[in-house]
Nanobody
Framework: QEPVVESGGGLVQPGGSLRLSCAASESIPEYYAVGWFRQVPGKQREEVSC????????YYDASVEGRFTISRDSAKNTVYLQMDKLTPEDTAVYYCATGPRAYRDCLDESRHDYWGQGTQVTVSL
């Protein structure tokens, strides 16, 4: 079983919304934080948002704050990323990640050890 699996990507028009899901396997302890990152071909991967599953504390990159909302459902071992007011600049492959070192500074991708395969988000007319 993969540690984390993303779903929910797709094509949406500018101004629209999508919700991404990151399902964590039952072997992933609740104290592991979960982060969302995105990457455009030819560019470095960048942080989007993360959440500490143990207490729900959330963090956002400035580029998405106020438009994206991260949340978790402990019963389902799932973290969601609700993305509203999408723009073409949000187009990317979105990855979720987790790991034991991510509790501190979960927006730092180097602290995440387990990564999903990614899900494509395309914002276009």
């Amino acid at each position: 079983q993969e540690p984390v699996v993303e779903s929910g990507g797709g094509l949406v028009q500018p101004g629209g919304s999508l919700r991404l899901s990151c399902a964590a396997s039952e072997s992933i302890p609740e104290y592991y934080a979960v982060g969302w990152f995105r990457q455009v071909p030819g560019k470095q991967r960048e942080e989007v948002s993360c959440i500490r599953r143990s207490d729900g504390r959330a963090y956002y990159d400035a580029s998405v704050e106020g438009r994206f909302t991260i949340s978790r459902d402990s019963a389902k071992n799932t973290v969601y990323l609700q993305m509203d007011k999408l723009t073409p600049e949000d187009t990317a492959v979105y990855y979720c990640a987790t790991g034991p070192r991510a509790y501190r500074d979960c927006l730092d991708e180097s602290r995440h050890d387990y990564w999903g395969q990614g899900t494509q988000v395309t914002v276009s007319l």
